[in-house]
């Protein structure tokens, strides 16, 4: 293991922002993480993991070790003729990791695919899309007890999964690294294809078979079409989560707006961020090197030299005009360092 100073984490996260890290290494093994933790316990200094630094803003540099998580791995642990269990170091590059489970027809991801990040912020942030979210498919994980030293399994029940979180980011928040995750997959497909406009791209595709591959050919297509690539723009993807309001909520907002959408759900109706945002006015919006992308306006982005700083000043900016138009508080999905 290879402990750096003074490292610029501009690669390593994808709104290219050029912050530095006291000290880096990142870790390919269980050992390796128990080594670098170790380390910053002797030198007395934080520790922040890092996976595929999609989903982070930075608005400083960070006196502390910073960990990039490198632990690979796709294991098949049981098999039958309707599912299996698989096991995915959490360093494994998540759309990769959907794509080869689908290139083997297995079922559960497909609708998830060209999502950033990494398997292991998968279980953290509960990452879904287009009607499907990661818990739909967890089974277990492993992590890491960063103040025992020892490595821990957690049951679907014990993450406490709600949309976009679970008990990593809050009750558990910095006190476990998630080394691995494995998935319940299935060999008889049941498609979703009714959130977003899946349906409709599959029809633009000529597609007579609906199969787990065209539903993923049909994501990314619509992925791409609305989200920046963050090598070539820096963004983070959905910077805020979509929020959920009671039914009168949403009634009220549909007298002056009846093209509002909305998703029943169990709380309430969930708006899309990106609509709310569009409505106060940011959609394409500039100032200087940041701004809100014009084809997505849930998707903050970084044109060349912006500044964490800025660009949270910005989300804060979003955040209160979407108050005052809505009487709606949006959450960042994003998280500040």
Known sequence: MNIQENISLKPYNSFGLDKKARFFTAVESIDDLREALEFANRKKISVIILGGGSNILLTKDLEALVIKIDLKGIHVLEENDESLLVEVGAGEVWHEWVQYAIKNNWAGLENLSLIPGTVGASPMQNIGAYGVEVQDVFHSLK??????????????????????????????????????????????????????????????????????????????????????????????????????????????????????????????????????????????FKKGQIGVHDKQALVL?????????????LASEIQKSVQEKFGIQLTPEVNFL
């Open 143 to 284: 992590a890491f007890n960063r103040n025992t030293l020892s490595v821990e399994i957690f049951t679907a029940e014990q993450c406490e999964f709600g949309y976009r979180e679970s008990v990593f980011k809050h009750k558990l928040k910095d006190q476990y690294v998630i080394c691995s995750v494995t998935f319940k997959l299935s060999k008889e497909p049941i498609f979703q294809t009714e959130y977003g406009a899946i349906r409709e791209t599959l029809k633009e595709m000529n597609v007579t078979e609906t199969t787990i591959q065209a539903i993923s050919e049909a994501v990314v297509k619509i992925r791409q079409s609305k989200l920046p690539d963050p090598k070539v723009i820096g963004n983070a993807g959905s910077f805020f989560k979509n929020p959920t309001v009671d039914f009168e909520v949403y009634e009220e907002i549909k007298k002056s707006y009846p093209s509002v959408p909305g998703y029943p759900q169990e709380q309430g109706i969930k708006i899309p961020a990106g609509w709310l945002i569009e409505q106060a006015g940011w959609k394409g």
């Open 301 to 313: 982005v970084n044109f060349g030299e912006g500044d964490g700083k800025e660009i949270a000043q």
